[in-house]
C-alpha cells in the first residue's frame, strides 16, 4: 500500500514540479492537468493510465516518449500549432500503443511517429492537423473524424470497424496492404488523396461514401491497386463513389454500386 501511495504521489507531483529535462510516468495519473514545456522538456512513458473521470491537456511544444502502453480513459487534449506541434514518438521494435479506451478526444497539430499502434476503441475522437508515420497500424473501433491528417509510411495504414470520417486527409507509401480497410461500420471520405499505396482502400462489408478524392501509383505485382471490394452471400457493400479520380480499381466479390459522374483513367 505503501508504494502505491508514493506512486500516485509522484504522478500527480508531475503536474506542478519545476521544470525537468525528463519526467518518467509509470502507474495511474490521478489528477486532471496540463503538460507543458515550463514542466519539462520530455514526458516519458513507460506504462501509465489516464483514469476515467479525469482531462488531460498537452501545450503546445511537449514530447512525448512512448516506451510503454499508455491507456487514456478520460479526456484527452492536445493543442498543438503549426509552429509547435506535440510529438508522439518511441520505438516502432516495441509493440507499445497510444489506447483512447474511453471519453473525448480532441487532439490538434500532433505527430505520431516511430511507436507500434495507435487505437481509438470507445468515445468519440477528433484528429486536425496531425501527421502519422512509421507505425504498424492505426485501430479505430469507434466514431473517429481525421480532418487534414496526413498518413504516411505505415506497415498496415487505418483498420476502421466503426464509423470513419476522413476530410482533405492523405495516405502516402503505404506498402503493408491497405492504406484504409474498412470492415464492416460506416464511414464518409471526403477531398481525400491517396498515392503510391500497396492498395489505396479496401470495403468489406461497410457502408458509406468517397467524393472528390484522388487515387494515383496505388498497387504493385500481388496486390491489385485502386479500390477493391470484397462481398459474399452473406452481406454487400452500399458505396457512394462520386467526383472522384481513379488510375485503376479491382472489384472482387458482388456488384457494387456506384454513383456517377467520376473518372477511371
Known amino acids: 500500500m505503501r508504494l502505491i501511495a508514493l506512486l500516485s504521489l509522484a504522478l500527480i507531483l ?3 514540479q519545476t521544470k525537468a529535462s525528463d519526467t518518467t510516468l509509470t502507474g495511474n495519473i490521478t489528477m486532471s492537468g496540463t ?36 491507456r487514456i480513459q ?42 507500434y499502434q495507435l487505437r481509438v476503441q470507445t ?18 473501433e469507434s466514431d473517429t473524424r481525421f480532418s487534414q491528417c496526413t498518413f504516411e509510411s505505415l506497415s498496415y495504414g487505418i483498420r476502421s470497424t466503426d464509423y470513419i470520417e476522413l476530410v482533405q486527409s492523405v495516405f502516402r507509401n503505404i506498402r503493408g ?22 492498395r489505396a482502400m479496401r470495403i468489406v462489408f461497410a457502408d458509406g ?11 504493385d505485382v500481388n496486390i491489385s491497386g485502386g479500390v477493391m471490394f470484397n462481398s459474399s452471400s452473406s452481406g454487400i457493400s452500399e458505396v457512394e463513389f462520386t467526383y472522384n479520380t ?3 480499381m479491382y472489384v472482387l466479390g458482388a456488384e457494387v454500386p ?8
Not at 475522437?125 to 497500424?137: A, D, I, K, M
Not at 461514401?209 to 498497387?219: I, L, M, W
Open 123 to 140: 468515445g468519440e475522437s477528433n484528429f486536425e492537423n496531425c501527421e502519422v508515420r512509421n507505425l504498424y497500424q492505426v485501430l479505430v
Open 74 to 115: 478520460g479526456d484527452l487534449t492536445v493543442m498543438g500549432t503549426n509552429t509547435a506541434k506535440v510529438i508522439f514518438t518511441g520505438d516502432s521494435a516495441n509493440t507499445v500503443s497510444i489506447m483512447i479506451l474511453n471519453g473525448e478526444s480532441n487532439i490538434q497539430h500532433a505527430v505520431f511517429d516511430d511507436f
Open 177 to 198: 496492404t491497405d492504406a484504409l480497410y474498412l470492415l464492416d461500420g460506416k464511414f464518409d471520405i471526403d477531398g481525400c488523396e491517396f498515392y503510391n499505396n500497396s
Open 209 to 219: 461514401r468517397v467524393t472528390n478524392s484522388v487515387f494515383k501509383g496505388n498497387g
Open 35 to 70: 503538460w507543458n514545456t515550463a514542466m519539462a522538456d520530455t514526458f516519458r512513458i513507460t506504462s501509465a493510465t489516464l483514469l476515467s473521470g479525469r482531462t488531460l491537456t498537452i501545450a503546445p511544444g511537449v514530447v512525448v516518449v512512448i516506451d510503454g502502453p499508455f
Open 246 to 248: 481513379f488510375d485503376s
Open 14 to 16: 508531475c503536474f506542478n
Open 258 to 265: 456506384f454513383s456517377f459522374p467520376y473518372q477511371l483513367r
